[in-house]
């Protein structure tokens, strides 16, 4: 349904949830969610908008630790966000400040417990996996960066070995004339470590699952109920849809990239949304894989600052990612699709001839902090909310929902004070998508040259 304009960063294109999405993922052999939109008054103790997996877990949470009623609001189905279209790397991350800086800024205990946070939002991704039943077609064991270029090997394996003795996460080390025995060779790669933490999955799997379970759970969730007004009530909360009129004790906002400036107020100019753009190729043989020396099922990405993200998915197509568009228009996403494939046959240039089969974009979600949130809104009493997960949420998003769950219910949560920290705003917040364009330059040229 296509709801009156919010006050958004990008082009209408990027929200609009009748257009096609186009991912591999709806074709994977996923039963379609068809939750109904709200519709007259209605009265929860806690309200939740946006349907991903931020927001489902935090349905998740409400209903089987704190037995309480809520009601989630999906503009599309729940799924439709970032949380159904992403690459599947469930994996450590979600901030893109250095660890080396977070230790100077915050102190090394501080450090350490946000990545603890990380190592346990695999587990929760696991743990959800196994407990909804939801089979998500996962593998790799791990996760493998690849130097892009020869002079960033030797950084890597010091990061590697600093990520071993302070957070005792295992690393091994592949030198660039071993990577064709582990089946990860390709004329741009220099040598790669291998992080023992993480796998990968079919996004829209694990979505859907979590909607079916959150469902199960006793969570009222509505599709097609796109929240166009947010007021206060006492000390309450009156949200308006296009056919139903929500009353609710608390708020979770659950939006991530999808957020709007004016929804709430509170929120605005505190988060950068980026689009993500992501190639599918037709299944790759056997002899193909060996033809070009790539035939792991680790989940990749390479050490540019621009990264690209990349993986042989369990029936041979490969997925293929990079940053998108800067605008959300058919020529500018036409364009990042070509740069997309142009990288792709760059970088296996053995695969020149293997078709893409889909093409899709989305929008991930930066903050100003460099780092994700989750807690209290401060201005806003009672309304809560998780996001900027820096494109790492598969993981992140699962563990900052059920997170911020217990904070709004006021349970003691074991939250990384990082991720405690109330977002700040961008300076000059109507700039944000010119600071993009100038970021990208500038990553652009240290990629090439630094
Ligand atoms: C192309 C792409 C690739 C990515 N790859 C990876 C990856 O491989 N690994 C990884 O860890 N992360 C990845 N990410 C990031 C990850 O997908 C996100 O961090 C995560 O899905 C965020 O989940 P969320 O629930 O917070 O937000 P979303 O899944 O984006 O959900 C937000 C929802 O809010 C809804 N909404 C917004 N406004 C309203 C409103 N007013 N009323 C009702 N509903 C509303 C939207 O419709 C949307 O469904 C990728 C992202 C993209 C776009």
């Known amino acids: 349904m296509r709801g009156p304009p919010m006050k958004r960063l990008y082009e209408p ?24 939109a709200a519709k007259g008054d209605i009265t929860t103790e806690v309200a939740i908008i946006g349907g991903g997996y931020t927001g489902l877990n935090a349905a998740l949470q409400l209903r089987e630790e704190h037995g309480l009623e809520c009601v989630l609001l999906e503009a599309a189905q729940p799924g439709w966000g970032a ?24 102190g090394l205990d ?19 996996l196994v407990r909804y039943n939801i089979d998500a077609d996962t593998h790799s064991k791990g996760e493998l960066l690849l130097a892009h270029r020869p002079d960033k090997y030797a950084g890597m394996q010091h990061e590697a070995r600093f990520y071993r003795d302070t957070f005792g996460i295992g690393f091994s080390e592949i030198p660039k004339d071993q990577l064709a025995a582990h089946g990860a060779s390709g004329p741009e790669f220099h040598g790669g470590i291998i992080s023992k933490a993480g796998f990968a ?41 296009g056919t139903a009129t929500i009353r609710a004790k608390k708020l979770i906002i659950a939006t991530n990239g999808y957020s709007a400036d004016d929804l709430p107020n509170a929120l605005g100019g505190r988060f950068l949304p980026l689009l993500s753009t992501i190639m599918v190729t037709r299944p790759i043989t056997e002899d193909e ?23 042989l998915m369990p029936d ?42 889909y093409n899709w974009a989305g929008l991930l979600c930066l903050t100003r902090n460099l780092h ?8 806003l009493q009672g309304a809560f909310a998780a996001l900027g997960y820096h494109g790492n949420g598969v993981a992140m998003a699962s563990y900052a929902g059920r997170a911020v769950a217990d904070i709004a219910m006021g349970k003691p949560v074991d939250l990384p004070p990082i991720m405690a920290r109330p977002l700040n705003r961008f300076p000059l917040p109507a700039l944000r998508r010119w600071a993009i364009r100038g970021a990208y330059v500038k990553y652009q040229l240290q990629d090439r040259f630094f």
């Open 372 to 379: 994700q949130f989750a807690g209290p809104i401060p201005t």
């Open 289 to 311: 894989q060996t033809a070009q020396g790539w035939a792991t099922d680790l989940m990749a990405y390479d050490s540019r600052h621009l990264l690209h993200y990349f993986r």
């Open 316 to 357: 041979g197509r490969f997925l293929f990612g990079q940053r998108g568009a800067v605008t959300a228009t058919p020529a500018a996403t036409k364009a990042a699709q070509q740069t997309s494939r142009r990288d792709f046959e760059r970088m296996f240039p053995a695969w020149r001839h293997i078709k893409t089969d």
């Open 110 to 128: 501080a450090t350490k417990a946000h990545m603890a946070a990380q190592m346990a939002s695999i587990e929760r991704v696991a743990d959800n």
């Open 201 to 241: 999955l079919n996004p829209l799997k694990y979505s859907l699952g979590l909607a079916r379970a959150a469902q199960k759970a006793g969570a009222r969730l509505f599709g097609g109920s796109t929240v166009t007004a947010i007021a206060k009530e006492g000390a309450g909360f009156i949200l308006t849809t």
């Open 83 to 106: 949380s159904g279209r992403n690459g599947g790397f469930a994996c450590l991350g979600g901030a893109v400040m250095s660890t080396k800086t977070q230790i100077k800024r915050f």
């Open 13 to 36: 294109m990027a929200y609009d949830t009748e257009a096609p999405i186009g991912s591999w993922w709806e074709d994977s052999g996923v039963e379609p969610l068809d939750f109904p």
